[in-house]
């Protein structure tokens, strides 16, 4: 037996050697295509659109009263998720999300959106935005289009002014520039954006890189705009604007600013990963489609102008092909908040066509069709085409899972309310696990709303936003039959229109939500 084993010895130390060798071969070789991966990082694009809701894509609602064939093939692409959502039921706190993975009472505030000059940010000096931890990971950033997250303007007394129609004629903008707090200064390297709602608040001009190129000292008229109906103009502040300022053009000109972003970054770094946010208008009031747009569709001025986004978006990733980077880019589509009140009920009225996508509630609303949005993304060969996801995400989720990609370890005080979906875009959760265990979102008063799995408990009693005893709003109000209760506690899947509140029929049920938000927000 002893000689067996010494002349059998070498023999086994060889083979052990030699599976030993190929083990080692194989790793450095897996590290080896590791180190390339983490070389070549993908490219991010983010189109974010702007009071989009839930049923305004075709490939959310199949009774469309249009059709949008070019975010359909990038949901065919990729994935379309049916439980995401926006942080807030209105666009600034929703912006906030996005770029901090946060939600805005983090900030001490609740749900305040900004109009005329307006600030200061909702960005707080130590928040990490989302463009900061790519730039510290080697991307080259940049955004496009409407900003809407607070800028520090200045007079000529070097005080800071507030919002407003008055304020605005006191800038001074050799003092105010470059912008303290604008896009230059929390992680982009370049911008070119609108302060506010580019055809909504009566600060009409556009900021290249922190400077003002053309300043506002036009007035603006209301009666001056486009007229596709009438009553589409309706939510235009009159005010000042800059000389040659286009109300109609405003999305127009932040695509043609992003592909000419594109052209000039891979020419001069090609292998430098991008990651570039165009921050749409559309389809937020007023409703103004650039010319060749109108008429468009069979269902009137707003139908045209998502119409209008849906091509631009066709445009701007057949661009990305035509520059041989589609392969390598993530593409996420988001919206910031449920569609607007009058623009859901016009177009109930006139094409009935449901922006909400069936839900209850629009913007400013807690109920589902404030927040409940379209979400969907495209990776070539890590993202399975066609994939339709019921996990419970939101926007402020993309924070995280962009982390994830970029090979980013975060502090664990930056991006409290974001979720890594990493996993799930590539097909590696487990069928019925979820990936949040909770989620917040706040109405337009800044009032909460808990999910966890099927269950919502509003911590308010009514909306949260729009008023259901305005005579336009009363024909979509649902009686209340416990009108008293202090707040709401439904289950979504057997309830899925937030009719049959459970507050006090479902008490222990309210009672641990009801501490598990205290835990989260105080």
């Not at 292998?271 to 007023?286: E, L």
């Amino acid at each position: 037996m002893l000689s067996t084993r010494r002349q059998s010895f070498p023999a086994i130390m060889r083979a052990r050697i030699t599976v030993l060798f190929a083990i080692v071969v194989g790793l450095t070789s897996l590290l080896a295509d590791w180190a390339i991966a983490a070389d070549k990082l993908p490219n991010i694009l983010i189109i974010y659109a702007d009071d989009l809701g839930y049923g305004d894509l075709s490939a959310y609602n199949e009774n469309c009263a249009y059709e949008t064939p070019h975010l359909d093939q990038l949901a065919a692409e990729g994935i379309r998720f049916t439980d995401a959502h926006s942080p807030s039921t209105i666009c600034s706190p929703s912006r906030y999300g996005l770029m901090s993975g946060q939600c805005v009472f983090r900030t001490g505030r609740r749900s305040t959106a900004f109009e005329g000059a307006s600030g200061p940010s909702y960005l707080q000096p130590d928040d990490l935005t989302i463009a900061e931890m790519l730039q510290q990971a080697g991307y080259k950033t940049a955004i496009f289009g409407k900003w809407h997250l607070g800028l520090t303007w200045y007079g000529s007394d070097g005080k800071q002014l507030r919002g407003g129609f008055k304020d605005v004629t006191e800038i001074d903008y050799e003092l105010s520039t470059p912008l303290i707090d604008g896009p230059n200064n929390q992680g982009f390297d370049e911008s070119f954006v609108t302060p506010n709602c580019p055809t909504t608040d009566p600060l009409y001009l556009y900021i290249e890189n922190g400077m003002v190129p053309v300043p506002a000292n036009q007035r603006h008229k209301r009666d001056t705009l486009p007229n596709p109906g009438g009553k589409w103009r309706w939510d235009n502040d009159e005010g000042w604007k800059a000389p040659g300022y286009k109300f109609v053009d405003a999305d127009i000109l932040f695509f043609d600013k992003t592909r000419e972003f594109l052209d000039r970054h891979v020419e001069e770094a090609p292998d430098q990963p991008f990651f570039a946010v165009v921050s749409t208008q559309i389809a937020h009031a007023p409703v103004l489609p650039a010319d060749q747009y109108s008429g468009s569709t069979q269902a009137g001025a707003r139908g045209d102008f998502v119409c209008e986004l849906d091509s631009l978006t066709g445009d701007l990733l057949n661009h990305l092909k035509e520059l041989g980077v589609d392969d390598n880019t993530l593409v996420i589509f988001n919206s910031d908040n449920g569609p607007e009140t009058m623009h859901t009920v016009w177009m109930r009225e006139d094409h009935q066509h449901d922006a909400a996508g069936g839900w209850r509630g629009m913007k400013r609303d807690a109920w589902e069709g404030g927040h409940r949005v379209p979400m969907m993304m495209k990776w070539s060969g890590r993202i399975s085409p066609g994939r339709v996801s019921d996990q419970l995400i939101n926007t402020t989720d993309i924070f995280k899972t962009l982390a994830a990609v970029a090979n980013v370890d975060l502090p664990e005080d930056v991006a409290l309310d974001s979720f890594n979906m990493l996993p799930e875009l590539l097909g590696q959760i487990p069928e019925g696990e979820s990936i949040r265990p909770h989620m917040i979102t706040q109405s337009f008063r800044g009032e909460f709303q808990l999910r966890v799995g099927d269950w919502k408990y509003l911590d308010h009693a009514g909306s949260g936003g729009n008023n259901y005893n305005d005579r336009t709003l009363q024909p979509y109000a649902k009686k209340e039959p416990e009108p008293n209760f202090p707040g709401q506690l439904y289950n979504l899947k057997q309830d899925p229109m937030e009719t049959n509140n459970l507050y006090e029929q479902e008490a222990e049920k309210r009672k641990e939500m009801q501490a598990l938000l205290k835990s989260i927000v105080e």
